[in-house]
């Protein structure tokens, strides 16, 4: 099913996949299948040992691959297969129906296939989504993809208190979670985001108020897993939202309200641990949810691009730095309502729907394409991330 929507800029082609009848959780089935494979031991290619096969194999597209035989749909979900980017989203029951169940998902876009994702403790996370004093909306959960990895930062659990002492990280190749380090305090919102293998968190508040957290401003290296302090916040106005920062051209840019209302915007240089005022064009232009990304030019270089979508127009935009303003790329009706966003491997995604559905734009192509993926019957997305896909067979 397809239809096409017009662009200020250029048309783009909408092609919509429908969501799973039912939820297909399939690694117990991959897994058999791979040992049956073991026991039969047939080489990837005849002829040619395991070591070759994988250089002629990993220059095919995935999608070829495994729509051949078995023993290549196991070998692309290896680590001797280059992964390729899928989404990662946190999942919740409607907010109609409490809204407080929430898992972490990927969706597959090889296999068209929504996966749950490992529980990351034992017990389970408590996390507070819904509360009467915040009547038809969400109590945020603050994630980020950094490294290649997916680290949940900041949450909410019953009494109002922070949900995690110490942020989780999850590793798609070993599909494994581990703790991160302690930060100087807990939060349930704060200012983050990513640059250079770095979580930077400035600001936010815990169990109750204090104003050192508030001008706190810290950088962890999950690489390493080292924590500094940096330079404090001039004031607290990022202190009052889950703010998202936008880590670009060696910088974290970020604005403290959502929407189209009148915000403030900071932008902290993470070299020289200042911050500086936004400029004019960008804050103007800032109307919905942002995101970033390091993409391929023509001449083989590598750019680093900032996109936003304006939550009411349904106006994809990125932001040209020459002329200090945002400029159009793709619109469509189902851009609007954008909640949430992430970009990677040429693509921008987009939750919107109300967070039923996800919105894919790929950027590269032109004019753009758009596609929409569609959550599970009954679960809404409240994160959404691009991260290499999770490993399903041992090797």
Same mark, same amino acid.
């Given at each position: 099913m397809s239809d096409s929507s017009s662009s200020s800029s250029s048309s783009v082609?909408?092609?919509?996949?429908?969501?799973?009848?039912?939820?297909?959780?399939?690694?117990?089935?991959?897994?058999?299948?791979?040992?049956?494979?073991?026991?039969?031991?047939?080489?990837?290619l005849p002829g040619l040992?395991?070591?070759?096969?994988?250089?002629?194999?990993?220059?095919?597209?995935?999608?070829?691959?495994?729509?051949?035989?078995?023993?290549?749909?196991?070998?692309?979900y290896?680590?001797?297969?280059?992964?390729?980017?899928?989404?990662?989203?946190?999942?919740?029951?409607?907010?109609?129906?409490?809204?407080?169940?929430?898992?972490?998902?990927?969706?597959?876009?090889?296999?068209?296939?929504?996966?749950?994702? !490992?529980?990351?403790?034992?017990?389970?996370?408590?996390?507070?989504?819904?509360?009467?004093?915040?009547?038809?909306?969400?109590?945020?959960?603050?994630?980020?993809?950094?490294?290649?990895?997916?680290?949940?930062?900041?949450?909410?659990?019953?009494?109002?208190? !922070?949900?995690?002492?110490?942020?989780?990280?999850?590793? !798609?190749?070993?599909?494994?979670?581990?703790?991160?380090?302690?930060?100087?305090?807990?939060?349930?919102?704060?200012a983050a985001g990513t640059l250079g293998g770095a979580v930077y968190v400035a600001g936010g508040m815990g169990g109750s108020y204090s104003l050192e957290v508030a001008k706190t401003v810290e950088r962890w290296d999950v690489r390493n897993?080292?924590?500094?302090?940096?330079?404090?916040?001039?004031?607290?106005?990022?202190s009052r939202e889950a703010i998202e920062a936008v880590g670009w051209r060696g910088k974290l840019w970020m604005v403290n309200v959502k929407g189209g209302a009148a915000k403030e915007g900071a932008v902290y240089d993470v070299v020289l641990d200042v911050w500086e005022e936004m400029p004019e064009g960008m804050l103007g232009g800032w109307r919905g949810p942002a995101a970033a990304?390091?993409?391929?030019?023509?001449?083989?270089?590598?750019?680093?691009?900032?996109y936003v979508v304006d939550e009411e127009k349904g106006i994809l935009r990125r932001y040209d730095e020459d002329c200090g303003s945002w400029k159009d790329v793709a619109?469509?009706?189902?851009?609007?309502?954008?909640?949430?966003?992430?970009?990677?491997?040429g693509r921008v995604v987009v939750v919107s729907g109300g967070g039923g559905m996800i919105v894919v734009v790929d950027v590269v192509a032109s004019p753009p394409r758009i596609w929409v993926v569609?959550?599970?019957?009954?679960?809404?997305?409240?994160?959404?991330?691009?991260l290499p896909r999770m490993s399903h067979c041992t090797d």
């Open positions: 082609t909408t092609m919509i996949i429908p969501a799973p009848k039912r939820l297909k959780l399939f690694c117990s089935d991959i897994r058999r299948c791979h040992r049956r494979c073991r026991r039969c031991a047939q080489p990837l040992p395991d070591h070759i096969a994988h250089l002629c194999l990993s220059k095919l597209h995935p999608s070829v691959l495994f729509s051949v035989c078995l023993s290549w749909r196991n070998f692309i290896s680590s001797a297969f280059p992964p390729f980017m899928c989404i990662y989203s946190l999942l919740s029951s409607s907010i109609d129906s409490g809204g407080d169940a929430a898992h972490f998902f990927s969706f597959d876009p090889i296999q068209s296939q929504w996966l749950r994702l !490992p529980p990351p403790t034992d017990p389970p996370l408590r996390l507070l989504l819904t509360h009467p004093s915040f009547l038809s909306r969400r109590l945020p959960v603050q994630s980020l993809a950094v490294a290649g990895q997916l680290v949940v930062l900041a949450a909410t659990t019953h009494g109002l208190a !922070p949900a995690l002492h110490r942020p989780l990280v999850f590793n !798609p190749m070993s599909r494994t979670w581990r703790f991160g380090p302690r930060l100087s305090a807990p939060r349930r919102w704060c897993d080292v924590v500094e302090k940096k330079g404090r916040l001039r004031d607290v106005r990022m990304m390091t993409m391929a030019t023509a001449d083989g270089a590598e750019a680093e691009e900032m619109e469509a009706e189902v851009l609007r309502g954008a909640e949430y966003m992430a970009a990677g491997g569609h959550t599970p019957e009954g679960l809404d997305a409240v994160a959404v991330h691009v």
